[in-house]
């Protein structure tokens, strides 16, 4: 064993930790940083901690600050991290009687705590933007084919018959609740820790109210010893995204499904398919493998956040920061991809409405309503209703509907059943089936033009609370922006 110790950082350390937290907040986090400084030097001045003098030359020397050097920097280890490299370069600018004073009342953990918000509080709301578009496509659709027949699946076999429309708005559904569950996320993350310092607040007069309104959050998060110590935040967010991209996985999947010859239910466009290198026939819906493993990728992602956090101490601790937040950053991207990739495909993909149509009325997938209408015509339970029509099923010899709703008259008739072979040959008819599935959330036309209407209103409420999110947190920029010149026009 050695006797020879390394100074700081060893090379081990540099390599392995140090140089990719660096470059991490180099990619993720630097106009955050930049951000959080203007607005603590501001607070600072209107607290009567720091001077206008100070405050100025502070707000100066970050304007100055050569941001594309700040993103090259190659990791030497003369400095610990980047909060160190711009405090040295501002220090080489302002001056160091001036610099050193912009970090009063504050600690690199408050500091962080809030730059991690402000980024996942802006991945939040990609998100929730793909998400609408993805929505608004699925709408398109529904609206267009409302009425197209195609057959429901249970189990992964033939089940009843519904309309391509009533496919789509389930997913469009689901979308929407994931859009409530982003938002009301939104309102969680987006509160400023800053002000907590290491852990317990400072003793000088900051006002943590105004630096949250300069950095555009909606609430503190009032406890300190939580700013810091608490990952709920993104905890909470990791699994909003988890949840969100198992829906999408699931969808992608009949999707693809839906490609195959075998189904031959759906065919994206020439610019959404690839060919093979030795088969000419080929079109290989790729663009949906990829959002199926992007999703996927996504939800492990998110899982492997949690899982990171889990039996952690509660307080500050590593684990939750540098080496965490590029993995929730890549969570988010590759939601996003996944959400506009498919969002893309579909708004360009036909559907074989034909072959649908087809399958709804095969496979006895009406079946269902010959018992209900057995029920409504002459009686008898659901129970003798199902017995007899379960009877004619499984002695049919094909699916032919003449044959089957003949021998099934003859059964009705034996029984002493009073109902008529027109009354079950329309039982059998798929597009009645629909027709009187009236029932809310049904997919009649009539029902379904009620959930389209709610539908395409509350995609309409989503993205102008979406828009004005965005507006407020430019306006949050506006009013730092107007703060710090008030301060440097001043003072020259």
Same mark, same amino acid.
């Given at each position: 064993?050695?006797?020879?110790?390394?100074? #700081?950082?060893?090379?081990?350390?540099?390599?392995?930790?140090?140089?990719?937290?660096?470059?991490?907040?180099?990619?993720?986090?630097?106009?955050?940083?930049?951000?959080?400084?203007?607005?603590?030097?501001?607070?600072?001045?209107?607290?009567?901690?720091?001077?206008?003098?100070?405050?100025?030359?502070?707000?100066?020397?970050?304007?100055?600050?050569?941001?594309?050097?700040?993103?090259?920097?190659?990791?030497?280890?003369?400095?610990?991290?980047? #909060?160190?490299?711009?405090?040295?370069?501002?220090?080489?600018?302002?001056?160091?009687?001036?610099?050193?004073?912009?970090?009063?009342?504050?600690?690199?953990?408050?500091?962080?705590?809030?730059?991690?918000?402000?980024v996942?509080?802006?991945?939040?709301?990609?998100?929730?933007?793909?998400?609408?578009?993805?929505?608004?496509?699925?709408?398109?659709i529904?609206?267009?084919?409302?009425?197209? +027949?195609?057959?429901?699946?249970?189990?992964?076999?033939?089940?009843?018959?519904?309309?391509?429309?009533?496919?789509?708005?389930?997913?469009?559904?689901?979308?929407?609740r994931?859009?409530?569950?982003?938002?009301?996320?939104?309102?969680?993350?987006?509160?400023?820790?800053?002000?907590?310092?290491?852990?317990?607040?400072?003793?000088?007069?900051?006002?943590?109210?105004?630096?949250?309104?300069?950095?555009?959050?909606?609430?503190?998060?009032?406890?300190?010893?939580?700013?810091?110590?608490?990952?709920?935040?993104?905890?909470?967010?990791?699994?909003?995204?988890?949840?969100?991209?198992?829906?999408?996985?699931?969808?992608?999947?009949?999707?693809?499904?839906?490609?195959?010859?075998?189904?031959?239910?759906l065919? +994206?466009?020439?610019?959404?398919?690839?060919?093979?290198?030795?088969?000419?026939?080929k079109?290989?819906?790729?663009?949906?493998e990829?959002?199926?493993?992007?999703?996927?990728?996504?939800?492990?992602?998110?899982?492997?956040?949690?899982?990171?956090?889990?039996?952690?101490?509660?307080?500050?601790?590593?684990?939750?920061?540098?080496?965490?937040?590029?993995?929730?950053?890549?969570?988010?991207?590759?939601?996003?991809?996944?959400?506009?990739?498919?969002?893309?495909?579909?708004?360009e993909?036909? #559907?074989?409405?034909?072959?649908?149509r087809?399958?709804?009325?095969?496979?006895?997938?009406?079946?269902?309503?010959?018992?209900?209408?057995?029920?409504?015509?002459?009686?008898?339970?659901?129970?003798?209703?199902?017995?007899?029509?379960?009877?004619?099923?499984?002695?049919?010899?094909s699916?032919?509907?003449?044959?089957?709703?003949?021998?099934?008259?003859?059964?009705?008739?034996?029984?002493?059943?009073?109902?008529?072979?027109?009354?079950?040959?329309?039982?059998?008819?798929?597009?009645?089936?629909?027709?009187i599935?009236?029932?809310?959330?049904?997919?009649?036309?009539?029902?379904?033009?009620?959930?389209?209407?709610?539908?395409?209103?509350?995609?309409?409420?989503?993205?102008?609370?979406?828009?004005?999110?965005?507006?407020?947190?430019?306006?949050?920029?506006?009013?730092?922006?107007?703060?710090?010149?008030?301060?440097?026009?001043?003072?020259r």
């Amino acid at each position: 064993m050695s006797n020879v110790t390394s100074s #700081f950082p060893a090379p081990v350390y540099r390599e392995q930790v140090l140089a990719h937290i660096f470059a991490d907040a180099q990619h993720l986090f630097l106009p955050s940083l930049l951000e959080i400084d203007r607005a603590h030097a501001v607070m600072l001045h209107r607290s009567g901690i720091i001077t206008r003098d100070t405050a100025a030359a502070c707000l100066q020397g970050i304007n100055a600050l050569n941001l594309e050097e700040l993103r090259s920097t190659i990791y030497d280890g003369s400095v610990e991290d980047l #909060f160190f490299l711009v405090e040295k370069k501002l220090a080489d600018i302002a001056g160091q009687e001036h610099a050193g004073r912009l970090h009063t009342a504050r600690s690199r953990n408050d500091i962080d705590l809030t730059m991690y918000r402000m980024v996942l509080r802006s991945n939040l709301l990609n998100i929730l933007g793909a998400s609408l578009k993805l929505r608004s496509v699925l709408l398109t659709i529904a609206t267009q084919y409302r009425d197209a +027949l195609m057959p429901a699946y249970t189990h992964n076999q033939p089940a009843q018959p519904t309309t391509l429309g009533h496919y789509m708005m389930a997913m469009a559904e689901v979308l929407e609740r994931d859009a409530e569950r982003l938002i009301a996320c939104f309102a969680r993350v987006n509160r400023n820790p800053l002000g907590a310092c290491a852990i317990t607040t400072t003793g000088f007069p900051i006002q943590r109210d105004l630096t949250m309104r300069l950095l555009g959050f909606n609430g503190l998060v009032v406890n300190s010893y939580g700013a810091i110590a608490a990952v709920d935040y993104v905890a909470e967010a990791c699994s909003v995204l988890a949840t969100a991209m198992l829906s999408l996985g699931r969808f992608t999947q009949d999707m693809l499904l839906w490609s195959t010859a075998e189904f031959n239910f759906l065919r +994206l466009s020439n610019g959404y398919v690839q060919i093979s290198s030795i088969m000419p026939q080929k079109r290989n819906p790729v663009p949906l493998e990829h959002v199926r493993i992007l999703s996927s990728r996504a939800l492990t992602e998110s899982q492997s956040v949690l899982s990171s956090l889990h039996n952690t101490p509660f307080a500050d601790m590593n684990d939750g920061e540098d080496s965490l937040q590029p993995l929730v950053a890549l969570a988010f991207s590759d939601a996003q991809r996944a959400l506009t990739l498919i969002a893309g495909a579909l708004s360009e993909a036909t #559907f074989n409405t034909e072959e649908m149509r087809r399958r709804a009325g095969g496979n006895f997938l009406p079946v269902t309503e010959v018992a209900d209408t057995l029920v409504r015509q002459t009686g008898i339970s659901f129970h003798d209703a199902h017995t007899i029509t379960s009877a004619a099923v499984r002695s049919a010899t094909s699916d032919d509907v003449s044959v089957f709703v003949d021998d099934l008259f003859r059964r009705t008739q034996e029984a002493k059943l009073n109902i008529t072979k027109q009354q079950l040959r329309q039982a059998m008819d798929p597009e009645h089936f629909v027709a009187i599935r009236t029932i809310t959330g049904g997919p009649a036309s009539s029902a379904m033009q009620a959930q389209i209407d709610h539908a395409s209103q509350q995609l309409q409420v989503d993205e102008q609370w979406l828009a004005a999110t965005r507006a407020n947190l430019e306006k949050a920029k506006t009013l730092l922006q107007r703060e710090c010149e008030l301060i440097t026009q001043s003072h020259r």
